[in-house]
């Protein structure tokens, strides 16, 4: 964490101030395009024999590269949205279109993994993951270099930033970092992000436990989840841009998120409650599958208007600091999901260990009692994190009138 601190921001506003023939942007991407897959691969197939004292020390090594490579190819990729297109609403069609493939991508790996990889091999055995590894570090590549390649002709023609990164002057460019980050639209977005976060670092942690030892799914079953999850992204597609226009940002993103959450304990109380099919049945599969598709199409539009939202931040602070930050901002807000996610995971610990599941080997070894246990506590930290997040989204104030006017007093002073 203490390391993407300091890399998250400054490579996001090294990228904003970026002079190069290439563009701000895609020099960094190239490089992520060097780094994250040879990362990713390292992490799932060790490249040195591990022994004990080693084991930590790989791992840590692993986790900073690959989140680092994360961040020269994620940040700057996605801060081209608010140079490409300054339109309010077009912004939601081409970031919905972002998250469509985002999803389709890491949802359709996951499918992959569970039916055919670690899924089919065991959760224990090594060759899943050196085939996991393999395959996703070729994809990442691949997906990298389209985009790059895609983008690269229209990046390269925009204007340079007014002016260059200077490393001599570092304290001054710690400070314009500074001012960019008291914008009071991005603090709400940014405080969501930390709370988010955690909710998502948690559930990501509890995510096995959940569907192998309170649903008994089995790990092909567990496949069949993400195939329904592939309708999500497409729903999604159509929906965000639509709700956005008709709603505005900031709405639509509290009623999506607001209905995702409110469907996700529907099943966990329903199987407490006996009104649920038998666990690990296949009916129970297919409604439990049903839920998290629309979970999904809520979680996507949300995050699409959100992404939106914070591009959105960057003309209203230009027009304060005369800067485009939109690299700085958008790395921020991966910062901010990337640190607390840790503080999910601790908490996901704390709930096993509450819940007495530290020794579990098998579904025979749950109890009902236990399943309880797992729900009370998870469920009220989920989903009351997200519903302090959701209220804080409320405090954002850029809308389409704002935004409109800020592009004009920017056009004004050009």
Avoid at 252 to 262: P, Y
Wanted: aromatic share 14%; hydrophobic share 50%; proline share 4%.
């Amino acid at each position: 964490m203490a390391w993407d601190a300091v890399s998250d921001l400054l490579l996001g506003h090294w990228s904003d101030k970026t002079q190069s023939r290439l563009g701000r942007r895609h020099p960094f991407m190239y490089a992520g395009l060097i780094l994250l897959p040879i990362s990713f691969y390292a992490l799932f197939d060790p490249v040195i024999d591990l022994t004990e004292d080693s084991r930590w020390w790989y791992l840590l090594g692993a986790a900073v590269l690959i989140r680092t490579a994360v961040t020269l190819f994620e940040v700057p990729s996605v801060a081209l949205l608010p140079d490409l297109v300054k339109v309010y609403d077009e912004r939601n069609r081409w970031l919905a279109l972002r998250h469509a493939f985002g999803w389709y991508g890491g949802n359709g790996i996951h499918v992959i993994n569970m039916g055919l990889w670690v899924g089919a091999a065991g959760v224990a055995a090594q060759s899943g993951y050196t085939t996991y590894g393999i395959a996703g570090a070729l994809l990442i590549a691949a997906s990298i270099l389209i985009s790059s390649l895609g983008t690269q002709k229209a990046a390269a023609a925009m204007p340079p930033p007014a002016e260059p990164f200077r490393f001599k002057e570092m304290w001054r460019e710690i400070r314009q970092i500074a001012q960019s980050l008291t914008n009071v639209n991005f603090f709400w977005l940014f405080v969501y992000s930390l709370i988010v976060g955690a909710a998502a670092g948690m559930s990501t942690a509890l995510y096995l436990y959940n569907v192998t030892y309170f649903f008994n799914f089995s790990g092909p079953q567990i496949a069949v989840t993400g195939l329904f999850v592939f309708a999500s992204p497409a729903i999604a597609y159509f929906l965000a841009p639509s709700l956005g226009q008709k709603l505005g940002k900031k709405r639509t993103a509290i009623a999506a998120l607001m209905g995702a959450i409110m469907l996700y304990p529907i099943p966990y109380l329903m199987t407490l409650a006996g009104f649920w099919p038998e666990s690990g049945s296949w009916s129970s599969l297919m409604i439990y599958s049903l839920f998290v598709m629309s979970e999904v199409v809520g979680f996507i539009v949300g995050g699409v208007m959100l992404d939106s939202m914070m591009a959105d931040v960057v003309e209203d602070s230009e027009v304060k600091t005369s800067r485009r930050s939109e690299g700085l901002f958008y790395a921020a807000q991966s910062f901010a999901g990337k640190a607390v996610s840790a503080l999910g995971i601790v908490l996901a610990g704390s709930i096993v260990s509450l819940v007495g599941m530290d020794g579990i080997k098998s579904v025979n070894d749950m109890t009902d009692a236990m399943r309880a246990d797992l729900a009370g506590f998870f469920l009220p930290t989920y989903c009351g994190l997200y519903f302090l997040a959701i209220y804080l989204i409320s405090k954002y104030r850029i809308d389409r009138e704002t935004h409109n006017n800020n592009l004009a007093t920017l056009a004004q002073k050009a």
